[in-house]
């Protein structure tokens, strides 16, 4: 990942990491219970962070995330009492969430709903995806009547995450991590496939990251879950509609829209171009969308204007 500049101090807090989008910040006390997670405004494609960022989506990723977190009946990693952390600053509190630190796993933990990105092009290869056989003749896009449970190893910064299966999880992380790893992603989406359903929403695909309690030993969710950026949402009156094109019906509700324009004006050599104003505008557009199909409620950031 290239452009990635260190973000702004946060007073009673350290910067120790910062991802594609969310950057880790631990207390500046050197107490080890808490970590400040911030969603950032970032966007990225092809490996690159693109300027310039989209204003309100960080804001928005998190209020999604905790919206999720109030109808999943499993613990995660959200402190609702602050206790002994240090306050969360005021300029990044609409995007911060302060949670417990975890031992977290190195298995990110992928269900599939449908065939669609990298797991229908390793089916086109081998008929499977990551060891599990499906059923000859499936095409993009195509539902799987069973969600599948198809593990991902955590690589080191810079590096690729890797697609394993779940034996090879097992000699990760253990038979009786693995298996709770699995039940508990696979209990997760198929709950939140059929609420996003009952929204006129297709739920793809997602990802979710899972670490224990150093104190109980307790299995917690965590990192962020089942937004725009860890999962692919369609448009379920597109999807099932046969008139429209393959293109249309899986048109995600996520930074496409920056894939697509950035794909056509750059070949991928030097420096990426600037986004413009309208396609900066049009992609809040989409995660906003989503956010306002599935709860219902307003984001809590003013839309872009086009």
Same mark, same amino acid.
């Given at each position: 990942?290239?452009?990635?500049?260190?973000?702004?101090?946060? /007073?009673?807090?350290?910067?120790?990491?910062? &991802?594609?989008?969310?950057?880790?910040? *631990?207390?500046?006390?050197?107490? /080890? /219970?808490?970590?400040? #997670?911030?969603?950032? !405004?970032? #966007?990225?494609?092809?490996?690159?962070?693109?300027?310039?960022?989209?204003?309100?989506?960080?804001?928005?990723?998190?209020?999604?995330?905790?919206?999720?977190? +109030?109808?999943?009946?499993?613990?995660?990693?959200?402190?609702?009492?602050?206790?002994?952390?240090?306050?969360?600053?005021?300029?990044? @509190? /609409?995007? *911060?969430?302060?949670?417990?630190?975890?031992?977290?796993?190195?298995? +990110?933990?992928?269900? @599939?709903?449908?065939?669609?990105?990298? &797991?229908? *092009?390793?089916?086109? @290869?081998?008929?499977? #995806?990551?060891?599990?056989?499906?059923?000859?003749?499936?095409?993009?896009?195509?539902?799987?009547?069973?969600?599948?449970?198809?593990?991902?190893?955590?690589?080191?910064?810079? +590096?690729?995450?890797?697609?394993?299966?779940?034996?090879?999880?097992?000699?990760?992380?253990?038979?009786?991590?693995?298996?709770?790893?699995?039940?508990?992603?696979?209990?997760?989406?198929?709950?939140?496939?059929?609420?996003?359903?009952?929204?006129?929403?297709?739920?793809?695909?997602?990802?979710?990251?899972?670490? !224990?309690?150093?104190?109980?030993?307790?299995?917690?969710?965590?990192?962020?879950?089942?937004?725009?950026?860890?999962? @692919?949402?369609?448009?379920?009156?597109?999807?099932?509609?046969?008139?429209?094109?393959?293109?249309?019906?899986?048109?995600?509700?996520?930074?496409?829209?920056?894939? !697509?324009?950035?794909?056509?004006?750059?070949?991928?050599?030097?420096?990426?171009?600037?986004?413009?104003?309208?396609?900066? *505008?049009?992609?809040?557009?989409?995660?906003?969308?989503?956010?306002?199909?599935?709860?219902?409620?307003?984001?809590?950031?003013?839309?872009?204007?086009?």
């Amino acid at each position: 990942m290239t452009n990635l500049s260190s973000p702004a101090p946060l /007073d009673g807090w350290t910067h120790i990491y910062s &991802g594609k989008v969310r950057d880790l910040y *631990a207390p500046a006390d050197g107490s /080890d /219970d808490y970590l400040l #997670v911030v969603a950032s !405004n970032r #966007v990225s494609a092809f490996d690159h962070v693109l300027e310039p960022p989209i204003p309100g989506k960080g804001a928005l990723l998190t209020a999604l995330s905790n919206w999720w977190f +109030e109808r999943i009946a499993l613990p995660n990693h959200l402190v609702s009492e602050q206790g002994s952390a240090p306050a969360v600053p005021g300029e990044v @509190r /609409d995007r *911060a969430m302060l949670t417990r630190k975890l031992e977290m796993h190195p298995v +990110e933990c992928v269900v @599939r709903g449908a065939l669609t990105g990298s &797991g229908f *092009a390793e089916y086109q @290869r081998t008929g499977a #995806v990551c060891g599990i056989e499906l059923p000859a003749g499936l095409e993009d896009g195509d539902e799987l009547e069973t969600p599948i449970y198809t593990p991902a190893y955590k690589a080191p910064l810079g +590096e690729h995450d890797e697609n394993i299966t779940f034996e090879q999880s097992v000699e990760l992380v253990g038979e009786e991590v693995a298996t709770a790893l699995r039940d508990a992603s696979l209990q997760i989406f198929t709950a939140a496939r059929e609420l996003a359903a009952s929204r006129g929403v297709v739920l793809a695909d997602t990802k979710f990251e899972f670490g !224990n309690d150093p104190r109980t030993g307790e299995l917690v969710l965590a990192d962020e879950v089942l937004t725009s950026d860890s999962s @692919r949402y369609w448009d379920a009156a597109a999807y099932h509609d046969e008139t429209l094109s393959r293109a249309d019906r899986l048109a995600s509700f996520d930074k496409q829209i920056v894939r !697509n324009w950035l794909a056509s004006h750059w070949d991928r050599t030097g420096e990426p171009p600037v986004l413009p104003d309208d396609i900066v *505008a049009q992609t809040y557009a989409r995660y906003r969308e989503l956010y306002v199909r599935l709860t219902g409620g307003e984001p809590p950031y003013a839309p872009v204007a086009v």
